[in-house]
């Protein structure tokens, strides 16, 4: 079992920055793709990135040139750096581990969940 414990959300002015960080703790981190997906109010919860065991890197298209996923298996930490926020970026952002070797976008396909941290982005 994983425990996924996500942190460093908070609230910026649009064109700032936030990384987030998620630590896992209970299994074989660097066994697991890593995802990051993120819930706005009223929304459904999407992909936003996700990193393979080999990190390779994926990447919502909307995201993509201003978030970078990266993950230190030393640490069992995986980080996502949010550059140039927009006030859409606004949201409840998930960390989640897959167990699979293939990346996935959905988040059907992925075990084990993070609390969510909040980002809120104002104009």
């Known amino acids: 079992q994983v425990q996924l414990v996500g942190s460093g959300g908070g609230s910026v002015q649009a064109g700032g920055s936030l990384r987030l960080s998620c630590a896992a703790s209970?299994?074989?981190?660097?066994?697991?793709?890593m995802g990051w997906f993120r819930q706005a109010p009223g929304k459904d919860r999407e992909f936003v990135a996700a990193?393979?065991?080999?990190?390779?890197?994926y990447y919502k298209d909307s995201v993509k040139g201003r978030f970078t996923i990266s993950r230190d298996n030393a640490k069992n930490t995986v980080l996502l750096q949010m550059n140039s926020l927009k006030p859409e970026d606004t949201a409840v952002y998930y960390c989640?581990?897959?167990?699979?070797?293939?990346?996935?976008?959905?988040?059907?396909?992925?075990?084990?969940w993070g609390q969510g941290t909040q980002v809120t982005v104002s104009s």
């Open positions: 989640a581990a897959d167990r699979s070797t293939i990346v996935h976008t959905t988040m059907a396909q992925y075990d084990y």
């Open positions: 209970g299994g074989t981190f660097s066994r697991y793709t």
């Open positions: 990193i393979s065991r080999g990190a390779s890197e």
